[in-house]
């Protein structure tokens, strides 16, 4: 069964960067058929689409984060990672990463998340 | 971007009644393959979101029956036949038709 499981520091400073890794187990992150994205949730409040990647380095960010998001993929290690720029309190939140399959049209397995506080 | 608004934003149920949450999408949802990428979403206290309905009707792998999905255009309906205490969360709707995807604000689910 593929699991998907967030790692990355729990507290940034303002202005600072934002990054985050996504380890794929159970499965290979570098099938064409997939693929592996981001999402956030402020506390209490509801999910924002962040972007995604596929294996072969195509990226697809939104466009209300496009300035200040990266993607990339490692699939040596079957990771994925986020990196977003220029932090601000707005941007504390639980990110979650997820695999999104066409066949459902939607993330269909999903990590357990991961709290990012950004404050100095 | 497309928007999703969903109704009620709390719907306080009694166990073993029915359960129905709208969503409207500011646009359609059919994407060129002829297929309408509307998807449910249910996150239980504490757990990250999991995929209940796809592509308006259809039950993830193991998900139980008593959901189901409906709608067509830019209106879609979310039904729990017979809530069960198990089904306490927030409710999500979410289009996957035009990027960036969007969700809809959340339906609390509470027991009366």
């Known amino acids: 069964q593929l699991q998907l499981q967030e790692s990355g520091p729990g507290l940034v400073k303002p202005s600072e960067t934002l990054s985050l890794t996504c380890t794929v187990s159970?499965?290979?992150?570098?099938?064409?058929?997939?693929?592996w994205g981001w999402v956030r949730q402020p506390p209490g409040k509801g999910l924002e689409w962040i972007g995604s990647i596929h294996y072969s380095g195509s990226t697809y960010p939104s466009p209300s984060l496009k300035s200040r998001v990266t993607f990339s993929v490692d699939t040596s290690k079957n990771q994925f990672s986020l990196r977003l720029s220029s932090v601000a309190a707005a941007d504390t939140a639980v990110y979650y990463c997820?695999?999104?399959?066409?066949?459902?049209?939607?993330?269909?397995?999903w990590g357990r998340g991961t709290l990012v506080t950004v404050s100095s | 971007d497309i928007v999703m608004t969903q109704t009620p934003l709390s719907s306080p149920v009694t166990l073993g009644q029915p359960a129905s949450i709208s969503c409207r999408s500011s646009?359609?949802?059919?994407?060129?393959?002829?297929?309408?990428?509307l998807t449910w979403l249910q996150q239980r206290p504490g757990q990250p979101p999991r995929l209940l309905i796809y592509k308006i009707s259809n039950r993830f792998s193991g998900v139980p029956d008593r959901f189901s999905g409906s709608g067509a255009g830019t209106d879609f309906t979310l039904k729990i036949s017979r809530v069960e205490a198990e089904d306490v969360g927030v409710y999500y709707c979410m289009q996957g038709a035009q990027s960036p995807y969007t969700f809809g604000q959340g339906t609390k689910l509470e027991i009366k």
């Open positions: 646009q359609s949802l059919v994407r060129s393959d002829g297929n309408t990428y």
């Open positions: 997820g695999r999104w399959d066409w066949k459902y049209g939607s993330l269909d397995l």
């Open positions: 159970g499965g290979s992150i570098s099938s064409s058929s997939y693929y």
